[in-house]
């Protein structure tokens, strides 16, 4: 069985495939010979990135979820053992009771407080969506504020050590509010520019009962970023069609975009106090028998597929971290 996700991505969220599945399937058939193919972490289930599908015989849906163009259009081939929340079991018509959570939380086993500082440090990191990467300077912006960043293209190890060594996680990034999550570090969501996508969001955190407010932060992008690609004139066009949608003028993509930061000095001055004062909430985690229960029902998936793969159940992912990121992160 081969778990498929984006090539090439570096974003932790996509990238933690590789080192989960190879644990937890990775002693049923080789993988890829079996004509079958896994959805696991990510937001996969949208008709472009199903494409890719057409050869398999059979597709396995674990902990995935919708959020990004139009639903798949399934066929006999598709097996669900469970999606990311609600939205995703409403996007694909399936039953409620498939809502169960994002893989991701099968790796809510490992012994993460080995990887936890002996004393609190008051670290707050903050964690932007990899698309806002380009926009600005992330790591200038969060040193003026007193933060540390936390890039999501981090290996997933080095990722995870960052976080683990966290008191309060800012987090754009969807993944960046999940693993924290997953290592009770507590975390605050945010949203800075048109690629943030609240559907996600939702899909997650309805599925544990989670009551979302996200911050809008004012988003915008550095000019001098994109010299190679934009003169003035394509910036201008730019601010003017985010200005008309918010005045619900224009095409419904423009939706999507982020404005200029003009001037520059002012808007990034603005995010810096902005990511301060984001700084000083308590932030939230899940409920904890809701989070042990959700971690339980993923498990019953997992051995779920194993049983239809002619495997025997296996016991949840534990130990200390370093030992399963050297095993399976070849």
């Known amino acids: 069985m081969k778990a498929i996700y984006p090539a090439g991505s570096d974003n932790v969220g996509d990238e933690l495939n590789r080192w989960l599945w190879p644990a937890l399937l990775g002693d049923l058939s080789p993988e890829g010979t079996d004509g079958a193919v896994l959805l696991g972490i990510g937001t996969l289930l949208n008709r472009e990135f199903c494409l890719r599908l057409d050869g398999a015989h059979r597709i396995n849906?674990?902990?995935?979820?919708?959020?990004?163009?139009?639903?798949?259009?399934?066929?006999?081939?598709?097996?669900?053992?469970?999606?990311?929340g609600?939205?995703?079991?409403?996007?694909?018509?399936?039953?409620?009771?498939q809502a169960v959570a994002d893989a991701a939380y099968l790796l809510a086993t490992l012994d993460w407080a080995s990887w936890a500082p002996a004393s609190a440090a008051g670290k707050i990191v903050v964690v932007p969506h990899?698309?806002?990467?380009?926009?600005?300077?992330?790591?200038?912006?969060?040193e003026r504020a007193g933060l540390t960043f936390l890039s999501p293209l981090l290996p997933?190890?080095?990722?995870?050590?960052e976080l683990a060594s966290a008191d309060l996680v800012l987090a754009e990034a969807m993944h960046g509010a999940i693993l924290a999550d997953i290592l009770r570090v507590p975390w605050v969501p945010f949203s800075f520019g048109g690629q943030f996508n609240p559907d996600k969001w939702y899909d997650?955190?309805?599925?544990?009962?989670v009551s979302l407010q996200v911050t809008e932060l004012a988003g915008f992008y550095e000019?001098?970023?994109?010299?190679?690609?934009?003169?003035?004139?394509?910036?201008?066009?730019?601010?003017?069609?985010?200005?008309?949608?918010?005045?619900?003028?224009?095409?419904?993509?423009?939706?999507?975009?982020?404005?200029?930061?003009?001037?520059?000095?002012?808007?990034e001055a603005g995010l810096v106090e902005a990511l301060r004062k984001l700084s000083t909430r308590s932030g939230q985690l899940t409920e904890e028998h809701i989070f042990r229960s959700r971690v339980a029902q993923l498990y019953r998936c997992v051995n779920q597929l194993r049983r239809d793969h002619g495997g025997r159940d296996c016991q949840p992912l534990s130990g200390n971290p370093q030992a399963f990121f050297s095993r399976y992160g070849g």
């Open 156 to 161: 997933a190890e080095l990722f995870m050590r």
């Open 130 to 142: 990899h698309r806002s990467l380009r926009l600005v300077d992330w790591s200038v912006i969060c």
């Open 223 to 267: 000019t001098a970023r994109f010299a190679e690609t934009k003169g003035m004139l394509q910036h201008g066009g730019q601010w003017l069609k985010v200005k008309l949608h918010r005045r619900g003028i224009g095409k419904r993509k423009w939706r999507t975009l982020t404005p200029p930061g003009w001037p520059f000095k002012r808007a």
């Open 61 to 84: 849906v674990l902990g995935t979820g919708a959020g990004y163009g139009l639903p798949p259009l399934p066929d006999e081939r598709w097996h669900y053992y469970a999606v990311r």
């Open 204 to 209: 997650w955190a309805e599925a544990f009962a």
């Open 86 to 97: 609600p939205r995703s079991a409403k996007a694909m018509g399936l039953p409620s009771e």
